[in-house]
């Protein structure tokens, strides 16, 4: 009976012996891993960290459609295994505010901020400081904070580009001076204050005269419409040569005023910005004038590759960064991408060229016989 039991004991404590050596086994095991994954090793950029991608909203088509898929493509080429943590704030500053929070507590490495307003914006990149989570300005400029970063286009260049076909197009037509109406974007959007900067600039060196203008609240194709409404009203239908809209989306809501009021937007050369879809089917078919091509996929490729860098702890890649920007606090290193005006003329060269948006996207069947007289069939 004794042997026995000795014998039990003996096995029972061979099988305790081989489970425990099985599960330090596998606990060295998990260290290792754990030290593979980690960020900043020679494993490639960015493995395993969280890039918070945070746009200001979705009125805009160009950021659900171009930048968010863009990004999230680059993030994915250069590093697999990274997560974008993506949040869209619908306008809505006190929402962007609670997504900033999240992805401070989601443990963000590093935080691309496309702000709704950019002022207002400095206190969630100080709260992304205070957990030492970097922080890149996108498409527009955050003031008075310590950005690391700033990536966009020249947006007073924008601007001027607009104000210069314009002015080029009046003088054509043989209204030099205008007059025009003025629809310029959102007063808290700092990219929308250097657009009327640089198209007010060319306007007033050229002479032309504003009959009416307007600050666009959050770039409401809506309010737009009302704008270009009041102006029909206070200045009658042949009391101006042209619209000046600031990006596509106030250009669709000026356009279909003018309809509203019997006027052919042909008539008005109206302007815009973004080569939104929608836009380069109007070009297409005479109802707007020109919009602005912002080339955005190196745009959006340029920032993930500046946040993975930022959240490796590394420097960006050599030769990204082309200028600097002062935003208030100081000199943000930036990279600046140069715009293009778009005209009926050059749409073929330009977004179909680069394969922003294909001849069979533009060329559906209300829009082929305007293709085919544009030389895109």
Known sequence: ???RVNETSRLLKGIV??????VLAFGFAACGSDDDDGGGGDGGSGGGKKIALLLPESKTARYESQDRPLFEQKVEEECPDCEVLYSNADQDTSKQQQQVEAAVTEGADVIVLDPVDSASAAGMVNRAKQSDIPVVSYDRLILDAPVDYYVSFDNERVGQLQGETLSEKLAEVGSPKGPIVQINGSPTDNNATLFKKGASGVFEEDGITVAKEYDTPDWSPDKAQQEMEQAITAVGKNGFAAVYAANDGTAGGAIAALKGAGIDPATKWVTGQDAELSAIQRIIDGEQFMTVYKAIKPEAAAAAELALALADGQDPPEGLING?????AADVPSVLLDPVAVTKDNVKDTVVKD???????????QYQKACKAAGLD
Request: hydrophobic share 40%; charged share 10%.
């Open 1 to 3: 009976m004794t042997s």
């Open 17 to 22: 012996a081989g489970a425990l050596m099985l």
């Open 324 to 328: 600097e920007e002062n935003n208030g």
């Open 355 to 365: 394969g922003f948006w294909s001849v069979q996207e533009i060329c559906t069947p």
